[in-house]
């Protein structure tokens, strides 16, 4: 089993920046990747950015590139979401998630942490 705590959410201005962590314990060591995804009122949860832990190796979907960042801290076994430019439609719950999958982009994700709240105000 792999834990995941999330923090870093809050109220933004469109055009702000917000900082998104997720802290990862238990049966790490088996983990292949690492995702965020996020589920905005009334609709279905939508893939964000995933990071392969061994290689560091990125994607993102279409509508953050450019604008987030993901990126992990082996160490401190974290993966962090940098997100600028923030927009009104980025609102939404931010969920950290773990697989010990090994197809990239990954397809499937084992472990959820509980989410975070994003809001942009307009």
């Known amino acids: 089993q792999v834990q995941l705590v999330e923090s870093g959410g809050g109220l933004v201005q469109a055009g702000g920046s917000l900082r998104l962590s997720c802290a990862a314990s238990?049966?790490?060591?088996?983990?292949?990747?690492m995702g965020w995804f996020r589920q905005a009122p009334g609709k279905e949860r939508e893939f964000v950015a995933a990071?392969?832990?061994?290689?560091?190796?990125?994607y993102y979907a279409d509508s953050v590139k450019g604008r987030f960042t993901i990126s992990r801290d082996s160490a401190k076994n974290t993966v962090a979401l940098q997100m600028n430019s923030l927009k009104f439609e980025d609102t939404a719950v931010y969920y950290c998630?773990?697989?010990?999958?090994?197809?990239?982009?990954?397809?499937?994700?084992?472990?959820w942490g509980q989410g975070t709240q994003v809001t942009v105000s307009s």
């Open positions: 998630a773990a697989t010990y999958g090994s197809s990239w982009p990954p397809v499937k994700y084992d472990f």
């Open positions: 238990g049966r790490t060591f088996s983990r292949r990747a």
């Open positions: 990071i392969s832990w061994s290689s560091g190796g990125t």
